[in-house]
C-alpha cells in the first residue's frame, strides 16, 4: 500500500537573522516583523500516465504588500517512489560473513596457539599472535566494505576507512552547495 501524494504544498521562503535563506512550510513560523516579507512558493505535483511525477513550483505574492514574482519553471520529472522502501543492505546475507570471517580465525588462531607449545621464541609466538589477529582484522574489514558496497576485495585496512569517510564528507559537501545554490535560485529566479 503506497501513501497518498499531496499534489500541492505551499511554503514560505524568507531571509534569516543570520542573512541566510530559510524555507518553512508554516507561516506562523516565520517571525511577525519578516512575515510581510517572505515568498509563498506553491509547488504541485501532476501525475503522468508514465508512472512518473511532474513537480512545477510556482511562487505567488498572496501576502500583502509584496511584488508578483514570475512563475519557475518546470522542475524535472521525478521517478515514482516505491510501495515498499528499498534494501540498502542484503540482509539475507548480512550475518554469515562475520560468523564464516570468526570461525575461520578461530580455527586459526587456536591452531597457532596448539604450536605456540613448540615454538622456541616468545617473539616468534606474539608475531604470529599478532599475525593471525591482523589478518583475521583484515578479512574483516574487506567484508564490512563489500557489505557497503565499497570494494569487492577480501582484505581492507583501517585507512580505507578513513578514505571512505572522507569521500562522503565531500559530497555531502558538494550536495549542500547545490542545495544552496538551488535555494538562491528560487529566492532570486533573475541570476
Known sequence: MSAAVPTERVFYLYTGAGGE???????????SGI???????????????DGDTEVEAKMSSNLPSL?????????PS?????????NLVNTTNL?????????????VAGLVMARMRQM??????????????????????????SQAGLSTGPLAHPGTFIEDARKAA??????????????????????
Open 120 to 145: 622456541p621464541s616468545w617473539i616468534i609466538k606474539v608475531a604470529a599472535f599478532a599475525a593471525v589477529a591482523t589478518l583475521g582484522g583484515g578479512f574483516y574489514l574487506g567484508w564490512l566494505r
Open 21 to 31: 535563506p530559510v524555507i518553512t512550510d508554516n507561516l506562523e513560523t516565520i517571525p
Open 67 to 75: 511584488p508578483s514574482l514570475p512563475s519557475l519553471p518546470s522542475l
Open 95 to 107: 550475518g554469515s560473513g562475520t560468523l564464516l570471517i570468526g570461525v575461520g580465525v578461530g580455527i
Open 35 to 49: 512575515r510581510k516579507d517572505a515568498r509563498k512558493i506553491t509547488l504541485s505535483a501532476s501525475a503522468q500516465n
Open 78 to 86: 521525478l521517478p515514482s517512489l516505491p510501495s515498499q522502501p528499498a
Open 170 to 191: 565531500a559530497d555531502i559537501e558538494r550536495r549542500n552547495v547545490e542545495h544552496l545554490d538551488a535555494l538562491d535560485q528560487l529566492a532570486d529566479p533573475k541570476n
